[in-house]
């Protein structure tokens, strides 16, 4: 089963509003990824966990927030949410950091008003 | 960091021809080289990859080229099929990071 499940898969947003987009996986994979779709965009890494590390990418760093309390569950945290954290965002999953396979969750749409 | 161009932003062809999809990089340090697949509606789908170590992987009806010299890879669909229309994404990854190509969205007419 390489399933990734993400919650919710719609979200809608005030802004200035905090969000909390919540992943898991059950396939004991070490390492888990958020990525930020936007429309006709390619698909961009914004952080990832290798078991408890966290890393950001440089560009997003201040922008989003993760936690990883276990091996299965990945959250990404907006604070104050902005017209442009519209996107799609995608959790992936891969075995570990050794240019595994990656598997990707369906999404969060995520709507900012 | 790494840039990964996908050249053709849409791509239209007929039932039963071949469809071709180019990418160029630009790190000489990646060395792992996925393609997934996103059809209407969902999310990314893992479809083949390549590893610098080889310079073409088939899987069925899917041949990766990779030309690490000109730092430019490609994937072949064979025979295509209505089922195959979809957004194709290249990537390039130095290990884990992947760096993402825009996609090209594939039609196959019948």
């Known amino acids: 089963d390489t399933t990734v499940k993400q919650n919710p898969r719609y979200k809608l947003a005030r802004v200035g509003k905090p969000v909390n987009l919540i992943c898991s996986q059950t396939m004991n994979h070490d390492t888990m990824y958020w990525y930020q779709k936007k429309p006709n965009q390619a698909p961009k890494l914004l952080l990832f966990y290798y078991d408890k590390i966290l890393n950001r990418e440089a560009d997003t760093f201040e922008k989003f927030q993760s936690s990883r309390p276990n091996n299965s569950f990945c959250s990404l945290y907006i604070g104050s949410a902005g017209l442009e954290y519209s996107a799609m965002y995608l959790c992936?999953?891969?075995?570990?950091?050794?240019?595994?396979?990656?598997?990707f969750g369906p999404g969060t749409r995520l709507l900012v008003l | 960091g790494e840039k990964v161009e996908q050249h053709e932003s849409t791509l239209s062809v007929r039932e039963g021809d071949s469809a071709v999809i180019n990418c160029t990089y630009t790190d000489t340090a990646s060395s792992y080289f996925p393609w997934y697949k996103q059809e209407a509606g969902k999310s990314l789908h893992f479809v083949i990859d390549?590893?610098?170590?080889?310079d073409r992987k088939q899987s069925q009806r899917l041949i990766v080229l990779l030309d690490k010299k000109a730092k430019r890879f490609s994937l072949h669909i064979t025979a295509t099929q209505p089922e195959d229309s979809a957004i194709y994404f290249c990537a390039g990854a130095n290990y884990n990071v992947l760096y993402f190509g825009s996609g090209t969205k594939l039609t196959v007419e019948p």
């Open positions: 390549i590893r610098s170590n080889v």
């Open positions: 992936a999953s891969s075995r570990d950091m050794t240019g595994d396979t990656q598997y």
